[in-house]
């Protein structure tokens, strides 16, 4: 294998492997910024050695091991007590990576994996603070690459990143999982993080793309990382589900040029088969605690609803707008209702729908979000009303922050306003 197919080899690795092996880390020093430290470092040596050495066997035990062994040397360069050194070193002088060693690595990782994940998404930090520090140690990603994807310089989020570890430290946040009586506010922390990472790769707020595949991917990736840690969890796989199902349309909603294709025209035939099969299994054990559903369940069981149909005529808007109605019953927000809308419009008709998003023309949370005046804009036109769906339309183009979709409006605008109904 030549140096170049080794660095991918590297990067792959990297990718897979950072999350696990930063726990590992912050398990032993019970500091993430630092831990993090570490695990770059082993990163850098990785690059050094391994095309000289070839890959190891086991490439997460190796670099937690390096890891390890570099936190001996900073313990003792920062003159931590013997007995520290001794216990963080007991056994790695002559450490080889034999398959008891990697099955004991295997074992107890998952542990520190749990705990690194509600660690980085702990409350104290802001949401963007959480998705940044989430997507750095568990995602694998470099700091250029998350703030590509969220559309800010490169140096600010290096301030983000670094200050979220500092407010860590500075709270004293444990590295541990917590207990029963704070575990669902913390819970719902985690899952509101990857929610919001796959969110801002499925429907971009702002810049050229409508979409960052990319984003939805680690978002999915973590959602699965989740069921297998917390498999007891109902809404850990609702939110698996949810996400699972939307990613199914994923080369469905941009065209050839990578313009918009909203849900009713999209080709379902092109809807990935495979992720709504894993999607609605994961429904299904979200579903099997027969408790009540969580908002993440209810949102998945709508998506399962688009994609059991096979034309958008078979849709079944009924059971849509009665899951919404659910949903806004345990999570309400404006924008439930907004989607509540939608729905009402599609079972009992537009002007039903419009007087659902009408009531909603006063809510400060919605005051600047594009969306309403769209679904105000849709829904006027529906009814002939093209004049007041042309002003919609122009209002929502001039809030959205995304230029494909900004350029979708304008072109809905202009259709209303010649009296003919919007052709997209």
Same mark, same amino acid.
């Given at each position: ?128 603070? +959480?998705?940044?520090?989430? @997507?750095?140690?568990?995602? *694998? =990603?470099?700091?250029? !690459?998350? %703030? #590509? /994807? ?118 379902? +035939?092109?809807?990935?088969? @495979?992720?709504?099969?894993? *999607? =609605?299994?994961?429904? !299904?054990? %979200? #579903? /099997? ?136």
């Amino acid at each position: 294998m030549g140096v170049t197919e080794v660095n991918r080899a590297i990067d792959a690795v990297w990718r897979i492997e950072s999350g696990r092996v930063i726990a590992a880390l912050a398990a032993l020093v019970r500091d993430v910024g630092w831990a993090e430290e570490l695990a770059q470092d082993a990163l850098v040596a990785a690059l050094e050695e391994w095309p000289r050495d070839g890959v190891p066997a086991n490439p997460g035990a190796w670099l937690t091991a390096v890891g390890k062994r570099r936190a001996i040397d900073g313990i003792r360069r920062r003159q931590v007590q013997d007995r520290k050194v001794a216990e963080l070193g007991h056994g790695l002088g002559n450490e080889t990576f034999t398959p008891d060693f990697d099955a004991a690595f295997e074992e107890r990782i998952d542990d520190d994996l749990l705990r690194l994940i509600f660690t980085a998404c702990h409350p104290v930090l802001t949401p963007q603070a +959480r998705a940044a520090l989430t @997507l750095r140690m568990l995602g *694998g =990603l470099k700091t250029e !690459e998350i %703030a #590509r /994807a969220f559309l800010v310089p490169e140096a600010t989020m290096a301030q983000r990143i670094t200050r979220a570890k500092k407010t860590l430290a500075d709270a004293k946040v444990p590295f541990e999982v917590p207990g029963v009586a704070e575990r669902g506010e913390r819970l719902a922390s985690v899952l509101e993080v990857i929610y919001l990472i796959f969110n801002e790769g499925y429907a971009a707020t702002a810049g050229d793309d409508w979409m960052r595949p990319a984003l939805c991917e680690d978002a999915l990736r973590l959602a699965r990382v989740l069921q297998r840690l917390m498999p007891d969890e109902p809404e850990v796989h609702g939110l698996a589900a949810l996400l699972e199902i939307q990613a199914s349309r994923t080369q469905t909603r941009t065209d050839a040029n990578g313009e918009p294709v909203l849900l009713m025209e999209q080709d379902r +035939r092109r809807w990935d088969r @495979l992720l709504i099969r894993r *999607g =609605l299994d994961a429904l !299904e054990r %979200a #579903r /099997a605690g027969n408790g009540q559903a969580g908002p993440y369940t209810l949102q998945a069981e709508i998506a399962a609803c688009h994609a059991r149909a096979g034309t958008p005529g078979e849709t079944d808007w009924t059971r849509i707008a009665a899951s919404y109605a659910e949903l806004a019953r345990v999570a309400p927000s404006p924008v439930v209702e907004l989607n509540r809308a939608v729905a009402v419009s599609f079972a009992d008709g537009p002007a039903a729908g419009l007087e659902v998003a009408r009531a909603l023309v006063d809510e400060p949370a919605l005051a600047r979000y594009h969306l309403l005046p769209t679904v105000i804009g849709d829904l006027l036109a529906k009814l002939g009303r093209y004049d007041e769906a042309a002003a919609e339309f122009t209002r929502a183009a001039e809030l959205t922050g995304n230029e494909r979709e900004r350029t979708l409006l304008r072109d809905r605008a202009a259709d209303c306003a010649r009296g003919v109904p919007p052709t997209r």
